[in-house]
C-alpha cells in the first residue's frame, strides 16, 4: 500500500453533492410520511431508519476515485495502463455536454457524474480493445490533462 502512495501523481475523488443527497433523503423521506400515515408509528420509524440508512450507502456508494500513477490510470473500479493511452483533451462544460449527448460513441467508456459539467476525453491505441476513448466528469479537467501528457 505504501508503494502505491509513493508513486501516485494525481488523485480526486468525486463526491455527490449535497443538494444531490438531500433531494433523494427529501424523496424518501416523503415515502416514509405516506407509510406513517398509511399505517403506524412503528413503521414510520423503521421506514425513516431504512431511508436513513440508504441515503448513507448511496452517498459511499457514489463516491469514485480516480487515480494516476506512473504505470496505470484508475477510475473507481476501472484501470488501464498508460501505454494505451493516444491522446488526452481538457473538455469544456460545452464540449463535454455535446461529448455525452449527440456526438457520443456507444462504445466509449464513460465515467460521467451530471453535477460536473467539464472532464476529459482520452483516446485509446489498443488493437484488442474495441473501445475508442474514456469519457470521465473530474473538477481538475487541466491537472489530469498535464500529468496524463507528462507521463506519455
Known amino acids: 500500500m505504501q508503494d502505491n ?3 501516485m501523481v494525481f488523485r480526486e475523488v468525486i463526491r455527490p453533492p449535497l443538494w444531490v443527497l438531500a433531494f433523494i433523503y427529501f424523496l424518501f423521506l416523503s415515502l416514509v410520511i405516506a407509510i406513517w400515515a398509511a ?3 412503528r413503521s414510520a420509524l423503521i421506514s425513516w431508519i431504512a431511508a436513513t440508512l440508504g441515503i448513507i450507502a448511496i452517498a459511499i456508494r457514489w463516491r469514485t476515485e480516480i487515480t494516476v500513477d506512473d504505470k496505470e490510470l484508475r477510475i473507481g473500479g476501472a484501470h488501464i495502463e498508460l501505454k494505451y493511452l493516444k491522446e488526452v483533451s481538457a473538455l469544456s462544460a460545452q464540449e463535454m455536454r455535446l461529448m455525452r449527448t ?3 460513441d456507444p462504445a466509449a467508456f464513460l465515467a460521467l457524474a451530471f453535477w460536473i459539467p467539464a472532464g ?4 485509446l491505441n489498443d488493437d484488442r480493445d474495441n473501445v475508442p476513448y474514456w469519457l470521465i466528469s473530474v473538477r481538475k479537467s487541466e491537472e489530469l490533462t498535464r500529468t496524463l501528457y ?3
Open 5 to 7: 502512495l509513493a508513486r
Open 39 to 41: 399505517l403506524d408509528n
Open 102 to 104: 449527440r456526438d457520443a
Open 120 to 123: 476529459v476525453k482520452i483516446a
Open 150 to 152: 507528462k507521463l506519455l
